[in-house]
Structures are given as structure tokens and as C-alpha cells.
């Protein structure tokens, strides 16, 4: 079985600063393929980074990154001079035929 | 180019009713899946066709169902309406299964 555990309800973070948002998966499949969403309080869920398995690189989006560590089979979001617009619910999900989703994480962001 | 398109916005229904919703994915994508978001809860997986054919099917219950069409729009189907079937409901399309993208969802409440 898949399954995805956020383990952070709630994050917060200053302007400007650093925040990282933890995620675990399990899979016993060898490719399949990681994201993070983000859902802001209008509720359209949008990408924010995409990951496939076979990569070892870490994803980069501009100011999001990613750290990927299959064995670990952990996925941690960076989001680096945060933005009052990153205040949101985060999502992470493993797609492997189908997406399975974490319980989120709500990131709030301090003027 | 139009996002994922989703209707009615919000829907209204009561104990034992049926209700219909349905998707228009982004052009040029060819699947098509479902999610279930209870309030506070991250998206479960309910079904993913891709060209017309069902390729998963998540935990639902036989009253949910759902159809893709040759113009590769969706329509999700639920019977004998519950409770517990309020929610958002999220469509995603996607060109092969893999990275998805969301419409804006359908806010269903059962009374």
C-alpha cells in the first residue's frame, strides 16, 4: 500500500526567511513520481514542484526546492524567501498509477 | 489555454438524491481523475480514466461512478446521496496520469 504522512500540521514563518516542510512516503514500487501542491484558502489546488524517482537531482521551481532521498523515501519542500503569497496549505503526494495525498501542512507567513 | 474546468461550483442535495458533476480537462490531455476532499483532509483518490478507459478506481462504494467521454470530459456520479458525502470534489487532468492539474472543484453538501 502507498502512503503519505506529513507530519507538521501547522508551520510558520517570517518574511524573507527560510521554512521547510517535511514529507514521508511508502512505496514498494521503484519508479513513480513525487509532487507538492499547494491549495491557498480559494482552494484551487496548484503544482508547485514535480520529482521523478529515477532522478537523483534535486527539483528546483524558482524560490521552492526540493530534497529527495529515495532510500530515506523522504521528500522535504524548501521554500526559500518566503512570500505572504506562500501562506497556504501544502500537499504532498506519490504518484504511482494513482496520487495519493498527505494530510497537508498549513503554512502561515508573518508580515 | 483554459485550465481544468469544473461545474457547478457549489451543489446543494438531499439524503438519498443522485447528483452529477462534471469536468472539462485542459486541452490536449487525455486522463481525467477524481478526488474526494473532506474539510481539513487532504484529496482521495476516487477514479482515473485515461482515453475512455477506467485505469484505477480508489476506496469508494459502488454509488460512486464515473464516465469519460470522447471529447475526454468527465462526469463523476453519485447515488443515494449520504451525509457523509459532503465534500469537495476535485477533478485533475493530466496528458498520461502522471503530473496533474486541478480545476477549482465542486462544493457538494448533503442535507
Known amino acids: 500500500a502507498q502512503t503519505v504522512t506529513q507530519s507538521q500540521p501547522e508551520m510558520s514563518v517570517q518574511e524573507a526567511e527560510t521554512v521547510t516542510l517535511s514529507c514521508t512516503y511508502d512505496?514498494?514500487?521503484?519508479?513513480?513520481?513525487l509532487f507538492w501542491y499547494k491549495q491557498p484558502p480559494s482552494r484551487q489546488m496548484i503544482l508547485v514542484i514535480r520529482?521523478?524517482?529515477?532522478?537523483?537531482q534535486n527539483a528546483t521551481e524558482n524560490r521552492f526546492s526540493v530534497n529527495f532521498q529515495k532510500a530515506a523515501k523522504s521528500f522535504s519542500l524548501k521554500i526559500s524567501d518566503s512570500q505572504l503569497g506562500d501562506a497556504a496549505m501544502y500537499f504532498c503526494a506519490l504518484n504511482n498509477n494513482d496520487m495519493r495525498f498527505g494530510a497537508g501542512t498549513r503554512l502561515t507567513v508573518k508580515p | 489555454d483554459a485550465g481544468v474546468t469544473q461545474s457547478p461550483t457549489h451543489l446543494i442535495k438531499t439524503r438519498g438524491q443522485h447528483v452529477t458533476l462534471r469536468c472539462s480537462p485542459i486541452?490536449?490531455?487525455?486522463?481525467v481523475s477524481w478526488y474526494q476532499q473532506v474539510l481539513g483532509q487532504g484529496p482521495q483518490f476516487i477514479f482515473q480514466y485515461y482515453e475512455k478507459e477506467e485505469r484505477g478506481r480508489g476506496n469508494f462504494p459502488d454509488r460512486f461512478s464515473a464516465r469519460q467521454f470522447p471529447n475526454y470530459s468527465s462526469e463523476l456520479n453519485v447515488n443515494a446521496l449520504l451525509l457523509g458525502d459532503s465534500a469537495l470534489y476535485l477533478c485533475a487532468s493530466s496528458k498520461q496520469g502522471w503530473e496533474q492539474y486541478f480545476g477549482p472543484g465542486t462544493r457538494l453538501t448533503v442535507t
Open positions: 512505496t514498494s514500487e521503484s519508479d513513480y513520481y
Open positions: 520529482q521523478e524517482a529515477y532522478k537523483q
Open positions: 486541452s490536449g490531455h487525455k486522463s
